[in-house]
């Protein structure tokens, strides 16, 4: 009875509007697929969260639970299970992070601080996983990963200083004083004589020698006070590192570049007044608001 209702009906309707039928009837087909099945939430992996103390304290206890290579598990594979006795990169953050916050977060403001610190530091290396692939990677040492803690440590203490006087540490636009640090440590190394291959970016206060790094890092420290890893000269000068023919086989641009022994003290010289051009460009498009 019910078939053939549904047959005189079929049969009752316009020949004209028959051929509309499917169209008429799709939008009920999308809102029945739409709200049966619910939208995917995408994992941003150059997400970058606002810090906080605990953030803080999570690099530091990072720090503290990977403090020695005999405790560094060099074969990572992302998972940290309970009572592990060594741990990677990853699990070391992982772990700061579930004692401090009281759970597992990936994205975290640490872990994603790290990750950004890892992408400095191996331009052109392509991991996959960031943490993972650099704690494995075999050219990587157990002072690489204690530098890495540093760095993050002192970006986080960085942005929450500047995050609460409502400035951005991100990119800092560039200003005459960004102009004059790159002229002075040009002047610093301005003859072979002054130049050094230091391997370390540990820079004496009274030295007559500078390296790349410590002839960027005095003159930053002269004009602006204190040193900042974040400021504009200095990042310009790592991205001009970057486009040089052995940048892939840096770990940290400036104090590789400056070792390598294919570079002269010319090219060095060469760079920093490329880094003054393209800052003086930078200015010229972008000056600082008055």
Not at 210 to 219: H, K, N, Q, R, V
Request: overall charge positive; some cysteine; aromatic content about 6%.
């Amino acid at each position: 009875m019910w078939r053939k209702s549904r047959t005189c009906e079929s049969q009752t309707l316009h020949p004209g509007l028959r051929p509309l039928l499917p169209l008429l009837l799709l939008p009920v087909a999308v809102m029945a697929q739409a709200t049966s099945t619910p939208p995917a939430v995408k994992d941003d992996s150059n997400a970058r969260p606002p810090v906080t103390a605990s953030d803080l304290q999570i690099v530091k206890r990072a720090r503290e639970i990977l403090d020695s290579p005999a405790k560094w598990n060099r074969a990572d594979n992302r998972e940290c299970p309970p009572g592990m006795k060594t741990f990677s990169l990853y699990c070391a953050f992982e772990m700061a992070t579930v004692e401090v916050s009281g759970k597992a977060e990936h994205r975290g403001a640490a872990l994603q601080e790290a990750r950004f610190v890892i992408d400095e530091i191996t331009v052109n290396r392509n991991y996959e996983h960031r943490l993972m692939n650099y704690n494995n990677d075999p050219r990587t040492t157990f002072a690489d990963i204690q530098q890495v803690f540093d760095i993050v440590e002192r970006l986080i203490a960085l942005r929450l200083k500047t995050d609460a006087s409502g400035t951005s540490p991100v990119r800092p636009s560039v200003t005459k004083a960004d102009i004059e640090i790159a002229r002075r440590a040009r002047q610093l190394i301005d003859s072979p004589a002054k130049w050094d291959r230091n391997p370390a970016q540990e820079c004496a206060p009274a030295a007559k020698t500078f390296s790349l790094y410590c002839a960027l890092a005095t003159a930053i420290t002269e004009i602006n006070g204190a040193y900042d890893d974040g400021e504009a000269t200095i990042r310009e000068a790592r991205r001009l590192v970057a486009e040089s023919p052995n940048a892939r086989n840096y770990k940290a641009r400036l104090i590789d570049f400056n070792n390598d022994p294919t570079t002269t003290w010319a090219d060095v010289q060469k760079l920093l007044q490329a880094v003054e051009e393209r800052l003086l460009k930078q200015l010229a498009v972008n000056p600082p608001a008055k």
